[in-house]
């Protein structure tokens, strides 16, 4: 059998990182598997559904890098087919037009309330054979009412609904539109999907999905449903618990490897292990391994993962998704030093990218103001001597490197009589405007001399009008 697993999103919203989890799992076993990865845009409540969060989900998966095969499909783009299968079961006698009025099903639910019963269509329909006039019908599957739907979840294990307790779904409306749980079947069906993997607020579907698969006369997938993944609060996650939607990551500066590692530990396991490359994801992924209980989003965790990923990856590669966040602050990185060599100063102290950019825009722009606490200690007559000194020393050393500043700077505190820091501390302040950055030679060296002479110049001047 070749695998074949589909995410299908309802575009009513950005991709979310249940949904992200959802579709990395999918992703992982067919590529675990050499099999197909399809990607399924369910958009068929016209209402709810937007362009916009079509391309937000779109943008998502790209950016964890979750490629597909096949798709994306439109739902809508396959109406004349779930009108055929419709037809298809009305003519064998699987479905039935149904013309109760929102009366008639209101008044049907009071009455099961009265009588304390679990309010269900109670299938009248299913004998009338008259139109009734003016009444827009809608398509009723006919459920079968003997037997139980057995599901053998391959992470819940089995699973067994009775069909008393399930009553005749809508399969299409009085407007003609299919309803979710046909087109899901009619598209899984087509599209030969061999495994479901979703999220377990669809399980109470499944048993109707399978017994619609029985009346088209096709052999259902097998389903894995997925636990939930909660707050730290216990309820389910939500934007309450902070960013829930996969490309606020991004904005925020975390690294898509990371975002994914995150995911794949977030109820699915492979014994203690916690950092897993892609490829090691692919190969250790498996079905079994996803956990029977809900899990907890940690952020803590994610951003510890973050800034592991920041720390390990190629700073080639982290210097790629800087460059991104450089600019979205209207940063041209070619206007200072290579960010390859920025990760590499910076990696140790941000644990974000977004963090990261931030700390590192005095290399390629001029600050507008010192940091005020920082500016009081550091810039003063006091420490004046200390910047004339250096300023004098830097002006013309050869080579500008490293080593060459750090002695330099070294030499500096030696005459006045004074601790490196007397000297490093007020520069750091006059070149990057905070008490923060990267090794004082390090900083300088990427800097560069006609940026740090004109930031000590321009401290100076700050110190005589203070
Ligand atoms: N469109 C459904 C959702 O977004 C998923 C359907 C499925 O995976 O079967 O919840």
């Given amino acids: 059998m070749t695998v074949r697993t589909r995410f299908a999103p309802s575009p009513t919203g950005y991709l979310h990182i249940g949904g992200a989890r959802t579709a990395l799992f999918c992703w992982l076993y067919a590529r675990k598997h050499g099999g197909t990865f399809i990607l399924r845009i369910e958009d068929t409540d016209l209402e709810r559904s937007t362009v916009e969060s079509v391309n937000a989900i779109l943008e998502g998966m790209t950016w964890l890098g979750l490629d597909y095969d096949e798709g994306p499909f439109y739902q809508t783009d396959r109406f004349d087919r779930y009108r055929e299968l419709a037809q298809r079961l009305l003519a064998e006698g699987k479905a039935y037009h149904c013309y109760c009025t929102k009366e008639e099903l209101d008044a049907m639910r009071e009455q099961q309330l009265a009588r ?17 006039p003016g009444v827009p019908p809608v398509v009723r599957f006919r459920n079968p009412e003997m037997g139980e739907v057995v599901i053998e979840d391959l992470v819940r294990g089995r699973v067994v609904v009775r069909n008393s307790e399930l009553d005749d779904l809508i399969l299409v409306r009085s407007d003609g539109s299919p309803t979710y749980n046909f087109t899901v079947v009619v598209d899984d069906l087509d599209m030969g999907i061999t495994h479901v993997i979703r999220g377990d607020d669809h399980i109470n579907n499944t048993p109707r999905q399978i017994n619609i698969f029985k009346a088209l006369g096709a052999e259902p997938p097998l389903y894995a449903h997925v636990p939930m993944i909660l707050g730290a609060d216990g309820a389910r996650l939500s934007k309450r618990h902070g960013a829930v939607s996969v490309m606020q990551y991004r904005d925020e500066g975390y690294l898509p490897e990371a975002l994914l590692n995150y995911l794949v530990r977030l109820g699915w396991s492979h014994g203690d292990q916690e950092i897993f ?38 700073p080639a590669h982290v210097a790629h998704h800087l460059r991104w966040h450089l600019g979205q602050r209207g940063i041209d990185p070619t206007t200072g030093p290579d960010p390859v060599a920025v990760v590499k100063a910076q990696r140790e102290r941000c644990k974000t990218l977004a963090e990261m950019a931030a700390a590192s825009l005095f290399f390629y722009q001029d600050f507008d103001r010192y940091d005020e606490k920082a500016a009081r200690k550091n810039l003063s007559q006091e420490t004046r001597p200390a910047l004339e000194a250096v300023y004098a020393a830097l002006e013309d050393l050869t080579p500008w490197s490293r080593e060459a500043i750090h002695d330099t700077v070294a030499v500096t505190a030696e005459r006045l009589g004074a601790k490196l820091g007397h000297v490093a501390q007020p520069l750091r302040v006059a070149v990057s405007g905070t008490a923060v950055s990267p090794p004082i030679d390090v900083t300088l060296e990427l800097l560069g001399r006609a940026k740090t002479l004109a930031r000590i110049e321009r401290a100076l001047d700050y110190i005589s009008n203070r």
């Avoid at 269509?121 to 004998?127: A, H, I, K, S």
């Fill in 116 to 132: 304390k019963e679990k309010p269900r269509y109670d299938g009248r329909c299913r004998l009338r054979r008259e139109p009734r």
């Fill in 277 to 314: 490359s892609i490829d090691q994801m692919i190969q250790l992924f498996e079905i079994e391994g996803i956990n029977h209980s809900a899990s907890t989003f940690n952020p803590d965790k994610l951003l510890w993962l973050n800034h592991h990923y920041i720390m390990h990856s190629d």
